[in-house]
């Protein structure tokens, strides 16, 4: 296999120092945060830095073949649980929930789903439903509980990677909002940013915000703008969420929050965006209805009776990388269209779906056929790419 072509080999969860042969595409603003409105702050804000020199972190997941981050809502890589009374929806269709760890893939009592993929032991328990169940593994089903088509010891490859690299610069400072206060900042590079119960802190500007540690408390908000593109906020050491996170316009598709921590973070607050968290367990506790986004972590687990309406992040505003898992699957997908009975169908399909994903990695068509032609030990069967 010729290595030397590849963008970059990514595992298929992991968030690691990127290193610089890598050639991911660093998404910072090098700009030092401005104060808008200083009153709402307790306390001055530090001037002092707390690390002397920026370290770049590659975010990755992974999706097994053939779903796509756009169709999935809980994406895990350790263990998955949807508990008991628990609701994911796409719209007007159930959710699809996916697990590519090996800890265990739980579906509580009373369930609807519309697919499970895990490479983990699935159990599905009382009364639940299920339209398709895929694990690499063994599925062990209520008798209670419906499941339309089971396929155990399964292989999931191709996975289609999703990888990205941030560079936070150093941290300039805390900020600290007494309770029931309102101020704004510009987006920059913070230490510590606390939202205390009531306040509101509105962060302006364009370019990724990355803070060290957050709080938002119970009842207070953090509105991240996102009048310039979609808004990214990324946290790099603890992460409390226990109030609104949101994008300013309210979108769910334009507001993704990255953690790169290692401690669990316990969402108690109505979720509006898209959680990537590699690393760390996840809990969506909020039981509301208002629940819109997607969850990414290394364990996720939705509360029971708790209400989760996809609403995929734009990733492609990230500059997703491609990587040799992706590349298969895109041309697994792409061979779909080639067969005798659908060729005449090519153009068409391509333009409404294949080309969509490729947006994301922001490849064109052509350019994915010449990169896949040059690369072509990378797949079983050449011979596709002829079209």
């Known amino acids: 296999m010729r290595t030397q072509r590849l963008l970059v080999c990514c595992s298929l969860f992991s968030l690691t120092p990127a290193l610089s042969s890598c050639g991911l595409g660093n998404q910072n603003d090098s700009r030092a945060p401005e104060r ?79 697919s499970v993929i895990s490479a983990a032991a699935v159990q599905i328990r009382s009364r639940s439903k299920v339209a398709s169940l895929i ?12 499941v339309t088509t089971v396929k155990q010891h399964a292989s999931l490859a191709p996975y289609r990677t999703y990888a990205w690299t941030v560079t936070p610069p150093s941290c300039t400072g805390n900020e600290i909002l007494t309770p029931n206060a309102k101020a704004s900042i510009s987006a920059g590079s913070y230490c510590s940013v606390t939202v205390n119960a009531g306040a509101s802190l509105s962060i302006s500007g364009s370019g990724p915000t990355f803070i060290q540690n957050l709080d938002v408390e119970p009842s207070a908000s953090l509105v991240v703008s996102d009048a310039k593109g979609p808004a990214q906020l990324y946290v790099t050491t603890q992460l409390l969420w226990k109030g609104s996170i949101r994008s300013s316009s309210g979108n769910a598709a334009s507001m993704l929050v990255g953690y790169a921590g290692t401690n669990a973070v316990n969402i108690t607050a109505p979720l ?3 959680i990537v968290a590699p690393t760390a367990s996840v809990t969506l506790s909020e039981s509301s209805l208002n629940n819109s986004g997607a969850i990414v972590a290394l364990n996720a687990e939705v509360s029971p009776g708790t209400h989760l309406n996809l609403v995929p992040f734009t990733f492609s505003a990230v500059n997703l990388t491609l990587d040799p898992n992706t590349l298969i699957a895109l041309k697994a997908e792409l061979s779909t269209f080639i067969g005798s009975s659908q060729f005449a169908n090519f153009v068409t399909s391509i333009l409404s779906s294949f080309a969509t994903d490729l947006t994301l990695y922001q490849v064109d068509l052509l350019t994915f056929m010449l990169y896949l032609n040059a690369n072509a030990d990378l797949i079983q069967d050449p011979s596709v790419l002829t079209v």
């Open 135 to 146: 694990t690499a593994s063994t599925a062990t089903i209520d008798p209670s509980a419906s």
């Open 36 to 114: 808008v409105t200083d009153v709402a702050f307790t306390g001055a804000s530090s001037a002092l830095a707390s690390s002397a020199s920026a370290t770049p972190i590659v975010f990755s997941f992974s999706v097994p073949f053939p779903e796509t981050i756009a169709k999935v809502g809980v994406v895990a890589n350790g263990s998955l649980s949807i508990d008991d009374r628990a609701l994911l929806t796409s719209g007007s269709s159930a959710g699809i929930v996916t697990n590519s760890g090996t800890s265990g893939t739980n579906i509580g009592t009373d369930i609807t789903l519309n």
């Open 272 to 274: 509006s965006g898209t």
